[in-house]
């Protein structure tokens, strides 16, 4: 009896995001044309003030707004039917939108997908800095380093660089934003002493000097620690490369997968990396995206689906996907399987093609809503059962929750799931206290010793003994 009560008070809170684009079409596609659906506001700023307070009302930890840089125009080899569709086009800056959610919120998280690629590391390190700010320490950066030809043409270049060397460039990035979040200011450099007209200590403040392959930096950083210092790192790497990245960086990891035995090799994979890379393998959260339909019963909630599917354009769905491998899937017949053809797109979605035969009807299935993530139909009480199931199965941390039709699907996933999830002991019933990390990790404001960013931090004697500590109680554990 004992053992059982001390196993059961152990079981993993369940993290959520919702999951988003400052678009019309984002995952789950044509179901703006349902009438319910209200994603063609999303050039209104009550769109967004509104979803961040119902969010928060919910209580999900975040809002993970996703991004590109380009167009789909593989499929068909053209942007006709991403125009009609709205397939992320038109597609707006989600970091415009998180002053305004952050006024009227006190708690939600905002992961903001920026390419690094398209950037210079001093002004995005600096714009991060600033939204730590005026967020009181809510703020996360989801590190993409682009997969679209378009991109690379609409800035002047002819083509995407190496998945590889891409790569290479983003480890530099990081290691110059690390200098500026964590090594030009010291902690207590800020003093606002009006009497003796000191707002900032000269002697606390130092200079970057950076000389690298892709980038170089002199100066000082223009803005004072924040919060977190360091936004919390998303990142979704599932190539080699770019999981040795995301194990390296990355605090939060995304990864795709409908079946438990899959997600649960990749999660022991992602764990073991990190621990090969120094770090502590929990201080590393998984999630997986997910669509869910649901209603007030099983057979309301499959209703529900076949309303839904009756507005969704899985055609469109293909194409978005088209553009994910880098092959226009449009040249092969509904039943032809489509061959492994190697490109600089997203390497863990093309490799399906050499693992498995996959036709564009196969394709045409799956995206049943538009969308390739796995789809949860059912009541409240079954949908909670099937994400514990996932998470107990799995070892997974939490979900990324797309929307179907807006702003719907997370008023019934509120008012279903997750009071079934409460009642369960596996969803928190308020919000803990403390920025976006301390509330996501419990162990403070800023990233641990044991994340590369600590290398780069100012060494002053408060610095070296909270480091030295940090390590002991590491080891000692």
Request: net charge negative; proline share 4%.
């Amino acid at each position: 009896m004992t053992n059982t009560s001390q196993k059961s008070t152990k079981k993993k809170q369940i993290l959520l995001n919702a999951f988003d684009m400052n678009s019309v079409g984002h995952i789950n596609h044509g179901l703006w044309t349902h009438p319910r659906d209200q994603s063609h506001r999303f050039n209104e700023l009550s769109y967004w003030t509104d979803l961040a307070k119902t969010l928060e009302a919910g209580l999900f930890d975040g809002l993970f707004i996703a991004d590109i840089t380009g167009v789909y125009d593989v499929y068909q080899n053209g942007i006709d039917l991403t125009l009609k569709e709205s397939i992320q086009l038109p597609s707006h800056d989600p970091s415009t939108l998180v002053s305004a959610m952050a006024s009227v919120t006190q708690n939600l998280g905002f992961g903001i997908t920026v390419n690094l690629s398209y950037e210079t590391p001093y002004q995005f390190a600096r714009r991060f800095a600033s939204l730590d700010h005026l967020t009181q320490g809510r703020i996360g950066w989801n590190i993409v380093t682009g997969y679209l030809d378009s991109a690379e043409r609409l800035i002047g270049q002819k083509g995407l660089k190496d998945h590889d060397l891409r790569y290479e460039q983003a480890e530099e990035f990081l290691e110059l934003c690390y200098k500026y979040w964590e090594g030009s200011w010291e902690n207590d450099a800020i003093r606002k002493d009006k009497v003796n007209r000191i707002f900032t200590d000269p002697n606390k403040v130092h200079q970057i000097q950076h000389q690298g392959r892709f980038y170089q930096s002199e100066g000082v950083f223009q803005v004072s620690p924040s919060p977190q210092r360091t936004p919390v790192l998303f990142q979704a790497g599932a190539s080699p490369r770019g999981l040795a990245f995301s194990t390296r960086h990355a605090e939060c990891v995304f990864i795709g997968g409908d079946q438990p035995e899959k997600l649960k090799q990749q999660v022991d994979k992602i764990r073991e990396l990190a621990v090969q890379q120094g770090r502590n393998p929990e201080d590393i959260k998984i999630f997986v995206g997910i669509t869910v339909i649901t209603a007030e019963t099983d057979v309301l909630a499959q209703q529900k689906l076949e309303e839904y599917a009756s507005y969704a354009s899985p055609e469109a769905g293909l194409a978005h996907f088209s553009s994910s491998v880098g092959i226009d899937l449009a040249q092969y017949a509904d039943d032809e399987a489509i061959p492994y053809r190697q490109t600089n797109s997203i390497a863990s979605v093309n490799n399906k093609f050499k693992e498995n035969k996959i036709t564009p009807n196969d394709l045409k299935a799956q995206h049943k809503l538009g969308g390739r993530y796995p789809l949860i139909i059912g009541s409240g009480q079954t949908v909670a059962e099937k994400l514990i199931q996932l998470i107990d199965e799995t070892g997974i941390d939490g979900f990324n929750l797309t929307r179907t039709v807006a702003p719907e699907s997370h008023h019934d996933f509120i008012q279903y799931v997750i009071p079934e999830l409460q009642q369960r002991g596996r969803f928190k019933t308020e919000y803990a206290q403390g920025s976006l990390r301390q509330k996501i990790f419990q162990h403070g404001d800023h990233l641990t010793a044991l994340h590369p960013a600590s290398h780069f931090r100012c060494q002053n004697s408060k610095d070296k003994q909270h480091i030295v500590k940090e390590t002991v109680d590491k080891q000692s554990a």
